[in-house]
């Protein structure tokens, strides 16, 4: 076999076969390393078994349900684990180094072992690489909790081997693991506890999805302890505490599936190869690619998403990135969430509190349809499920969906379609769906948006209106100003050049030309003029003069900028991002802080707007707004003042245009108000 390879991709999971695959296709020498078995986790402890086991189960349940038991259920309860063993041996007949090697990829079984930058040895060979991805995966997180005997524990990695289904089993953990294998277990007879150490059980989803998600697991008669610590282990009871009891309660068990994490798989000598961790995983960019330019990290060992699609989703974005020699980047895309159970649970986009931080309580509209509404639930008995979607009022953007119920995870899929393709609820309101059918739950959802919409549509056109209202007069303003000055040069005859050089001379000659300075200063806020720009200017006419001057117009349109602030404050997330990051500071130590900023020369016109909208004290902003553009007004003034209009205007752009001892001057100014900025800001 040969050693060196365009790329080397460690771990046959789902992310490291989509990309070994791909790349293979794409015409790359592809080495294959996986350290134990083809097809990684999902394939042959993760969402393979587990949705055969959930698939068994459910069909029992039902069966069960109606004729009760027989010698035909219990001996089908009893091949539960048999059927799931089948599954996986199906689905791994066509994972194999055979079919690989038949598509043109080596693979070799063994550890990878990182030696250098471009290098890795596995089983004492040592294979180099132009680029290399890895895709190992993650490992169940695991508890320490004395008296646990070590083959009492279940994870996903050994549940399936079993031989029978626990006739006791205690789950620690209400994350999706936990949920399925919950539900699943207990369908198949198993007595089941569920310890979750938080007060909200399926704390993830929306919380009017969590009492009908609860009430199917207690209908299966599942124990749920909220607030729960395992104490100890006694044999087969588990000691458990909650934080709302002085009383232990004691929990009987045969096995203990754990299931509260996972931790990524990280390869040896990735320190060596000058690969980045913590304790999350590898540290990789927006396109996977980790601090070795050479080596991507996809998957759960590097992505805060752990799930199946979204390493084949980062696996296609790695191979596009690759081949297209980095010219092309990776696509980021909305992650849809679907647990297994019965009814199923699903999600894509933002939650209730994600929606409402980056756009406002008041700029989205909350749409809840029950599946009682729909008659495809009506006919097959599941209306115990609820559609929940997060839309922007007016456009119809939906920005999140929350489902619980039958077909939970086929119906999502439109909505991931939706966000990802900026598809308003509007457009799927119009779409014809089958009738009858589940998804008509999403045209139920545009009804209900419709109408909402409909009811509100004149305070939000209102809404709309009010803020737009200070950019139409921004730009009338504008306009006229523009309007003047060209009908200003027609009537007098004059070029743009012979204009401008009047305005000076009338500015410069008159002892109106610093009041009308101060006063367009003062007004500047209302049409958003630059405060900088401005202060050049009066260096320009008026000299050093022109730091009295624009000393007294700065301080007068911080208060007009206060007030600006004050009349318009809105919601924080509809703010600038600068504006975001001093929000706190500026509440809790506003003159503080309004110091610092003026004498790092933030822009001068977001820190008085921003101490309007967070209503600092006016006193604390007009204190700290008349020390703190001290030094930067002199800066700019200085800036101004080294120009020579008149050798501009006689000569153009020369040496002797600019004066470099005002240049100096301000340079110094600067660096100066930056070194006390620092100073002060210290705690």
């Given at each position: 076999?040969?050693t ?42 993760g ?9 068994h189960?459910?069909?029992?349940h039902t069966?069960?349900?109606i ?24 689905i791994?007949?066509?994972?194999t ?22 290098t890795v040895?596995?089983?004492d060979?040592?294979y ?6 890895i895709?190992?995966g993650s490992?169940?997180?695991m ?13 996903n990695?050994n ?9 006791r ?9 936990g949920l ?7 369908m ?10 938080g ?18 697991f ?30 232990e309660?004691?929990?009987p ?15 040896q ?6 690969i980045?961790?913590?304790?999350s995983g ?5 396109n ?6 050479r080596v ?10 752990k799930?199946?699609?979204t390493?084949?989703?980062a ?31 699903a999600q ?10 980056m ?17 495809r ?24 969906a ?6 939970a ?13 900026k598809l ?38 209102l ?7 200070p ?8 306009i006229?100003?523009l ?16 204009l ?10 008159t ?7 101060i006063?367009?200063?003062t007004?500047?806020p ?8 401005l202060t ?7 000299g ?15 208060m ?23 929000s706190g500071?500026?509440?809790t130590?506003?003159?503080m ?10 822009p ?17 902003h ?9 030094l ?9 003042a080294s ?18 001892s ?10 100066v108000?930056?070194?006390i ?6 705690p």
């Amino acid at each position: 076999m040969k050693t060196n390879y365009d790329v080397v991709v460690i771990g046959a999971g789902s992310g490291g076969l989509t990309a070994a695959v791909g790349l293979s296709k794409l015409g790359k020498s592809v080495l294959l390393v996986e350290r134990e078995h083809l097809g990684g986790e999902c394939t042959n402890s993760g969402c393979i078994p587990s949705k055969a086991l959930l698939h068994h189960a459910k069909t029992y349940h039902t069966a069960v349900s109606i004729s009760g038991t027989n010698g035909n259920t219990e001996n089908f309860r009893r091949n539960a684990l048999l059927y799931v063993r089948s599954k996986i041996a199906d689905i791994l007949k066509h994972e194999t180094p055979e079919h690989f090697k038949d598509i043109g990829i080596d693979v070799v079984m063994g550890e990878a072992v990182f030696v250098n930058k471009n290098t890795v040895t596995v089983n004492d060979t040592t294979y180099t690489f132009k680029k290399a991805v890895i895709a190992t995966g993650s490992s169940p997180r695991m508890i320490d909790v004395p008296g646990l005997d070590s083959d009492k524990i279940l994870t996903n990695q050994n549940l399936f081997t079993l031989d029978t289904i626990p006739a006791r089993t205690l789950i620690v953990g209400a994350g999706p693991i936990g949920l399925e294998m919950g539900q699943a277990l207990a369908m198949l007879g198993s007595t089941v506890t569920i310890l979750d150490n938080g007060p909200t059980f399926a704390k993830l989803e929306d919380m009017a999805l969590q009492p009908i998600i609860k009430k199917s697991f207690t209908d299966l008669g599942i124990t749920i302890i909220q607030n729960a610590t395992l104490t100890h282990f006694d044999e087969t009871t588990a000691i458990v505490s909650t934080r709302d009891s002085d009383t232990e309660r004691t929990i009987p068990f045969d096995k203990v599936l754990v299931a509260i994490g996972r931790v990524p798989n990280l390869p040896q000598g990735l320190a060596t190869a000058k690969i980045a961790v913590t304790e999350s995983g590898i540290v990789v960019n927006q396109n996977y690619r980790t601090s070795n330019r050479r080596v991507y990290a996809l998957g759960d060992v590097a992505d805060k998403f752990k799930f199946t699609h979204t390493a084949d989703n980062a696996a296609r974005g790695v191979v596009t990135h690759i081949t297209s020699r980095s010219l092309l980047r990776v696509k980021q895309c909305s992650v849809p969430k679907v647990t297994y159970t019965a009814p199923e649970i699903a999600q894509v986009g933002l939650s209730q509190f994600e929606a409402e931080e980056m756009f406002g309580e008041q700029s989205i509209f909350r749409i809840e349809v029950p599946f009682s509404n729909i008659d495809r639930a009506v006919t097959d008995n599941t209306t115990d499920g609820l559609l929940v979607v997060l839309v922007r009022r007016l456009s119809g953007q939906i920005l999140g969906a929350h489902i619980v119920g039958q077909q939970a995870g086929e119906i999502l899929a439109v909505f991931s379609v939706a966000i990802d393709n900026k598809l308003s609820l509007w457009k799927l309101r119009r779409t014809i769906y089958a009738y009858p059918t589940y998804a008509l739950v999403i045209k139920k959802a545009g009804d209900v948006f419709f109408a909402t919409q409909i009811k509100h549509l004149r305070s939000d056109i209102l809404s709309i209106l009010k803020n737009i209202l200070p950019k139409i007069i921004v730009a009338g303003i504008w306009i006229s100003l523009l309007l003047y000055v060209w009908q200003l040069k027609v009537d007098s005859g004059q070029t743009f050049s012979e204009l401008s050089l009047a305005i000076f001379n009338f500015i410069t000659g008159t002892m109106w030309g610093p009041v009308i300075y101060i006063l367009i200063y003062t007004f500047r806020p209302i049409i958003f003029f630059p405060a900088s720009a401005l202060t050049i200017l009066s260096g320009i006419f008026f000299g050093l003069w022109g730091f009295v001057y624009t000393l007294i117009g700065a301080n007068l349109s911080a208060m007009v900028a206060h007030g600006i602030g004050q009349f318009f404050s809105v919601a924080q997330h509809k703010l600038p991002k600068i504006l975001q990051n001093i929000s706190g500071p500026l509440r809790t130590n506003p003159f503080m802080t309004i110091l610092t900023m003026h004498l790092t020369f933030m822009p001068f016109d977001a820190v008085n707007y921003a101490a309007g909208i967070f209503r600092a004290p006016f006193l604390k902003h007009a204190a700290a707004t008349l020390v703190g553009t001290i030094l930067g007004t002199f800066t700019f003034v200085s800036i101004g003042a080294s120009l020579d209009v008149e050798e501009f205007m006689k000569n153009g752009i020369t040496a002797d245009v600019i004066d470099g001892s005002f240049i100096a001057l301000s340079a110094i100014i600067f660096i100066v108000s930056l070194v006390i900025a620092k100073r002060i800001s210290k705690p």
